[in-house]
């Protein structure tokens, strides 16, 4: 009984753990990390498979790029291999394009490039003729901004692979697009800009107490007397401007009365239809001419209206910027002033006045022709070909065509007034420059009316238009 007691009353101990739980439990969490540690490193590993196929897709890409591009460029090289293209100049001599042909045949050695500077007397003359024979040279000729319509016939546009239209309209003037495109086409790249600018001697406006002309042509008009200068007898020995009824000895009579009619809103063209004579704004920029011409001074016996200026015998010039080189060189002393062209109060339009580059569609290799064209517009190329006209002793070269090169022209003398009137520049596609020129004299004359004048062009653009046009050979 006693014994019954004691086991009874005996405290119950919790019994221990055997040996073997104790290291079973402390298993199972040990195995529990080590599948994490496994788990992540299996990622890891993937991360790494992925990233070296990644790694290994692009190397895959960048090699197959480059065997293609190897490809290409050995059949590109075939293709042009050992031939020439010509390209015809009309103002700067080899000397200017030299280096730049040189450089671009070491970077297409299969390509030979044969420049050629032809007289600008008769120039547009020789040109029909050589496209008309359907002979396959030139490759590359440069055409005046208002040509297209004559030339398009013979031209070979643009490919889309070397310049399409919206690279072309972000890179060049409004002019150009207008001038040198034709229904979604392409048919030159502007090789400078140019326009009708006003030449001062700054001179002789300090002596009439004037500073500069006005940009206010108002303003402009006002100043005409003050700078006209007369001997003790009243004989004109120096005039204000070379504006003038008589246009024998004006060389751009036709290019200021457009201007005139530019400035005035007068309507050139409308569709196929010649409309400058019509309502009362062509009609007013013509008075406007013709008030200004009894008041400047000009004679008929001055020289013609470079000459004159180097000369003394007038004040200001309308001129483009090729013309400053002739005027320094017959007056290295005068003090040279330019100017744009006085406006009227709320608007601004310029006209412009460049040549263009074109290949012309009897090339064997327009492509070839074309990259040639294009490579000529490129940044560098502009700036050395206008640093090879300043070392071939011009004063001023070429202005720049592209419009993210304007900001350029403060490191060029002359070059800001002409950079400032590109934006805002026009000119119409009138075809044949003078032969226009020559109708417009005769109404600034008093030989016609404008309204005859107006039937002449119209007469003119239809013949063009219907492909029956000759450029008559005094042009």
Known sequence: ???????????????EPKKEDVISNDSQNALTDNTFVEINEIRRKKKRLIYIGIISFVLILIIGSLVIYYLEYRKVNTQYNNI??????????????????????????????????????????????KLSSGI????????????LPIYQKFLSPAPSSVIDMSQFQN???????????????????????????????????????LSAPSENINTFVSQIPKLVVKDSN????????????????????????????????TSMLSSSAVTFANGQNGQ????????????????????NSVSAFAGGSVAMVFEPSWEIQNILKLNPNIDLGVATPP?????????????AKAVTKYSQHPTAAWQFVRYLDSKSVLQQLYNNELKNNEVVGEIFPRVDMANLATQYKYMIPFIQMAPSSKSWKIGDY??????????????????????????????????????????
């Not at 790249?189 to 001179?203: F, S």
């Not at 009316?449 to 492909?467: F, M, R």
């Open 284 to 303: 007013e920029a013509l008075n406007l001419y013709n008030s200004i011409a009894a008041e400047d001074g000009w004679e008929a016996t001055f020289p």
């Open 136 to 147: 396959n040279e030139p490759d590359i000729v440069p055409i005046g901004n208002t040509y």
């Open 1 to 15: 009984m006693q014994d019954n007691n004691q086991n009874t009353n005996t405290p119950t101990q919790t019994p």
């Open 84 to 129: 020439t293209l010509t390209m015809w100049g009309i103002r700067q001599p080899a000397s200017v394009y030299e280096p730049v042909i040189k450089e671009y045949e070491k970077l297409h050695p299969g390509i030979k490039i044969q420049y050629t500077l032809v007289p600008s007397t008769y120039y547009e003359s020789s040109l029909f003729n």
């Open 234 to 265: 009243g004989n004109v020995t120096q005039a204000a401007v070379d504006i003038g009824t008589n246009t024998s000895n004006i060389n751009n009579a036709y290019n200021i009365l457009t201007y005139l009619m530019f400035i005035n809103n």
């Open 343 to 355: 406006q009227l109060p709320g608007k601004t339009v310029n006209l412009s006045l460049y040549f």
């Open 434 to 475: 003078r032969a226009v020129s020559n109708i417009f004299d005769t109404v600034i004359s008093g030989k016609i009316t404008l309204s005859q004048a107006q039937s002449e062009v119209l007469s003119l653009l239809i013949k063009i238009t219907n492909g029956n046009y000759t450029v008559p050979p005094n042009e």
């Open 171 to 209: 890179l060049f003037y409004t002019t150009a697009v207008n001038d040198l495109t034709s229904q979604g086409k392409i048919y030159a790249l502007p090789e400078n800009y140019d326009g009708l600018a006003l030449l001062y001697n700054k001179t002789e406006f300090a002596k009439a107490g």
